[in-house]
């Protein structure tokens, strides 16, 4: 997995082992053309020196096929073709034998001992870099680093020789196991092992060099510095030590000194570096702690303004909310005046009865008395039922908590309240489905008043038709309770449907209705976690509110 980005697309990073693929093959076909033409140049690079044989060329034209190929399926016969060459030539040289391999393409005139044969070194390193391509791909990741550390190992035998070539030091070229390993071959070694190591950036040393962290950063910084500084330092020293013959205490001393030196530096110059991209983080850090204190503030202060404009929008929707009760109270007035006063008639008579029976001085019958008493208490009683829905449905009931309810309770409450005006007018109200047990858990007065704004539209709806009749359907629809509100309109039109819940629409005359009953009753339905829609596939109009039985099961909690 990788842990974090990189500098550059993992694409563009493989692309590197996708030319040293490239830089391999060219070499090796480049010997063999030498071979060919018998070109010592392409043989030897220079005169005197060991030459690359036939069967390394194929052996690194193979390497590069293999890079080049990699993500195909032919790459891992490539890989096992070269550790074949590889083991072939480390069986000869351990059991002393001759294959007839080493000179099968080409006659080698310039070896004295094994015609045409690679070196020890050479073969092993074939060996091992053959195994490192044929586990690149590996779907493991510990086989996939396996695979780095033996590009890692063959690499290093190659700049092994480069070393031994460079400072003329033939115990590290051309004593066993480096006694012929040409120039060529050793640099092609080594950039095999980077082709294997690029092969998969998201793994090994490559990860981390490419990585976009300060190590990262650090890396590209330090180690090219590493691997050059001492070389060419090295290098210098030991060009000065052959032209002026110093002593070796003296050469190796000064090259000591100068590599410290150049390290302490390479060090100060990067210390520079990140000190100045510690102060630039520091700034940055500074100048984003103010943006985020002015942020803040600013935020802090819209939230005041929005608490101020929620305030605001919650008193007028208290006054909306008042507005639509006292509307609803002035359409019910004259129903609610013939409703009280009725009882206070029967009241009136049965108290005259009785003051005209105590007036005679006659014998009083008690059945009489009881008769007349009891009418007066029972219009008493139907008195009392109607101020106390009025009291209800007056009283702000928002803040109210959510409490079980039955639901006939709702229902005498609000039809004592209206039940005047509908007969008044001829309009027959039927309750059907209420169950005397049903509850639910509710804000009472909020679900009240949507039901007398339901009752209040279908009477202005149906008072001036000749049919005049409300249906009251109340049924149980799993965790719901659905209330049909149905009268004998001929429904809604759907462009007057789409509108109806949006506050202060109405389609009744100037002066009568504020346009908030059916928009204050959706956002109750709303708050009990309900809906309030219109069902148009009834021929009638018909209104719907749909609530949940237990209020604290919707939001996920029980009571």
């Given amino acids: 997995m990788q842990l974090h980005g990189a500098v550059v697309p993992d694409s563009r990073v493989s692309s590197v082992a996708t030319a040293a693929g490239w830089i391999l093959a060219v070499l090796a076909l480049a010997v063999l053309a030498g ?43 490539y890989a096992l073709a070269v550790l074949t060459v590889g083991a072939v030539a480390l069986i000869e040289y351990l059991s002393n034998s001759n294959f007839g391999i080493d000179q099968l393409l080409f006659r080698d005139p310039y070896s004295t001992i094994y015609h045409g044969r690679m070196s020890q070194m050479t073969s092993v390193g074939f060996l091992i870099i053959g195994l490192a391509l044929a586990l690149m791909k590996a779907e493991s990741q510990s086989v996939r680093r396996i695979s780095l550390a033996l590009g890692l190992v063959a690499g290093a035998l190659g700049g092994i020789a480069v070393l031994g070539y460079s400072y003329d030091t033939q115990a590290l070229y051309r004593v066993r196991p480096y006694s012929s390993v040409a120039i060529h071959t050793a640099i092609a070694f080594v950039i095999a092992a980077l082709g294997v190591q690029f092969a998969n950036p998201n793994q090994g040393v490559v990860r981390h060099i490419v990585s976009d962290t300060a190590g990262g950063a650090m890396l590209r910084r330090l180690l090219p510095a590493a691997l050059l500084v001492p070389y060419l330092l090295g290098f210098a020293v030991w060009i000065a030590h052959k032209l002026f013959a110093w002593e070796m205490g003296f050469s190796l001393s000064l090259l000591v000194a100068s590599t410290m030196l150049s390290l302490v530096l390479i060090m100060l110059s990067n210390a520079k570096r990140l000190e100045r991209e510690d102060l630039a983080l520091r700034e940055m850090n500074r100048t984003l702690e103010d943006r985020v204190r002015e942020r803040t503030a600013q935020l802090v202060a819209q939230i005041a303004e929005r608490e101020r404009t929620q305030e605001i929008v919650d008193l007028q929707r208290s006054q909306m909310i008042a507005a639509s009760k006292l509307t609803s109270l002035g359409e019910m007035a004259g129903g609610l005046a013939h409703e009280i006063n009725s009882p206070l008639n029967i009241i009136q008579a049965r108290a005259s009865d009785l003051q005209e029976i105590a007036q005679s001085r006659s014998v009083v019958e008690s059945a009489s008395v009881l008769k007349a008493t009891g009418s007066i208490l029972r219009t008493c009683e139907r008195i009392m039922s109607i101020v106390r829905g009025l009291r209800t449905f007056a009283r702000d009931g928002r803040a109210d908590p959510f409490q079980e ?26 309750v059907f489905g209420l169950q005397p047990d049903l509850a639910i ?102 209104i719907v509110l749909s609530i949940p039985k237990h209020h604290f099961s919707v939001i996920g909690g029980d009571p």
């Fill in 441 to 542: 858990e509710c804000q009472r007065i909020q679900i009240s008043q949507v039901l007398l704004n339901l009752l209040n539209n279908a009477f202005d709806a149906v008072h001036s038709l000749s049919d005049r009749w409300v249906r009251i359907t109340v049924s149980e629809e799993g965790p719901n309770v659905a209330i049909r509100i149905a009268d004998s309109g001929r429904g809604i039109p759907k462009e007057i449907a789409e509108k109806a819940m949006q506050p202060f629409f109405t389609t009744k005359p100037v002066g009568k209705g504020t346009g908030l009953g059916l928009s204050i009753s959706s956002a109750i339905a709303e708050a009990h976690h309900g809906k309030l829609h219109i069902d148009s596939r009834t021929p009638n109009t018909c």
């Fill in 35 to 77: 071979w060919i033409f018998h070109v010592p140049a392409l043989m030897s690079v220079m005169p005197g020196l060991a030459s690359m044989k036939p069967m390394t060329a194929i052996a690194f034209l193979l390497t590069g096929l293999a890079l080049i190929r990699r993500d195909h399926r032919d790459s891992p016969f």
């Fill in 405 to 430: 309810v039955l639901l006939q309770t709702i229902f005498d409450d609000t039809l004592a309240l209206c039940r005047e005006k509908f007969a008044a007018h001829g309009i027959r109200v039927d």
